[in-house]
Nanobody, 126 residues
Framework: QVQVVESGGGSAQAGGSLRLSCTAS????????MSWYRQAPGKEREFVSG???????TYADSVKGRFTIAQDIAKKSVALQMSSLIREDTATYYC????????????????????WGQGTQVTVSS
């Protein structure tokens, strides 16, 4: 099965940095896009940043110039480097994968698979 697991996060002071990682599994014979979303208490989940299978990156306006997404193809992972953190970055961050699998592999079928991670908390204090 296609799965993603997040790591990293934690607490930081405003102006500080944190790094999130997301590792995919079950993606043999797949092309996939990976992205980060976040959800603050009482708010809807929002897009933060994404990277396509061809390496193209996108960012929400609120994080442009502060966050950087990068992929490690060999490790099947993406990292989100967050710098110049502000209190408004406080949220639970979720990794999402959109996999397009051209063949089945083990129990995983061919076709499109979308999965979310369980989330990791980021807290920024002033």
């Amino acid at each position: 099965q296609v799965q993603v697991v997040e790591s990293g996060g934690g607490s930081a002071q405003a102006g500080g940095s944190l790094r999130l990682s997301c590792t995919a599994s079950g993606v043999t014979y797949c092309n996939y896009d990976m992205s980060w979303y976040r959800q603050a208490p009482g708010k809807e989940r929002e897009f933060v940043s994404g990277i396509d299978s061809d390496g193209s990156t996108t960012y929400a306006d609120s994080v442009k110039g502060r966050f950087t997404i990068a992929q490690d193809i060999a490790k099947k992972s993406v990292a989100l480097q967050m710098s110049s953190l502000i209190r408004e970055d406080t949220a639970t961050y979720y990794c999402k994968i959109d996999a397009r699998c051209r063949r089945s592999y083990g129990r995983r079928t061919a076709g499109t698979h979308t999965k979310w991670g369980q989330g990791t908390q980021v807290t920024v204090s002033s």
